[in-house]
């Protein structure tokens, strides 16, 4: 069974930086594009960034040069070094991937339980 966990959420002031990271284990033959999401309370779940398995990144126009992914392909791993962390950043941060559990097998999306992220001071 595969499962995604996120790390490194919590509370932080404005201007300061958090890194959230993400571990994927369980029956996995490849790992597609990975992601970062978000949802504030009230809102809809929103892409933040993603980094494909050649490490080809885009993100939200609103993190670009705050937010910066990353991956470890060798270890099923992803991170999101957050900068300069805004009031408006705060959040449940989820990881995503899409990947295949065997060689055979469909690529399907699956989804970490989320990590909180509170920028306040």
């Known amino acids: 069974q595969v499962q995604l966990v996120e790390s490194g959420g919590g509370l932080v002031q404005p201007g300061g930086s958090l890194r959230l990271s993400c571990a994927a284990s369980?029956?996995?033959?490849?790992?597609?594009?990975m992601g970062w999401y978000r949802q504030a309370p009230g809102k809809q779940r929103e892409l933040v960034a993603t980094?494909?398995?050649?490490?080809?990144?885009d993100y939200q126009d609103s993190v670009k040069g705050r937010f910066t992914i990353s991956r470890d392909n060798a270890k099923n791993t992803m991170s999101v070094l957050m900068n300069s962390l805004k009031p408006e950043d705060t959040a449940v941060y989820y990881c995503?991937?899409?990947?295949?559990?065997?060689?055979?097998?469909?690529?399907?999306?699956?989804w970490g339980q989320g990590t909180q992220v509170t920028v306040s001071s």
């Open positions: 995503n991937a899409d990947l295949r559990e065997w060689f055979n097998s469909p690529w399907r999306s699956y």
């Open positions: 980094i494909t398995t050649g490490g080809i990144t």
């Open positions: 369980g029956m996995i033959f490849s790992i597609g594009t």
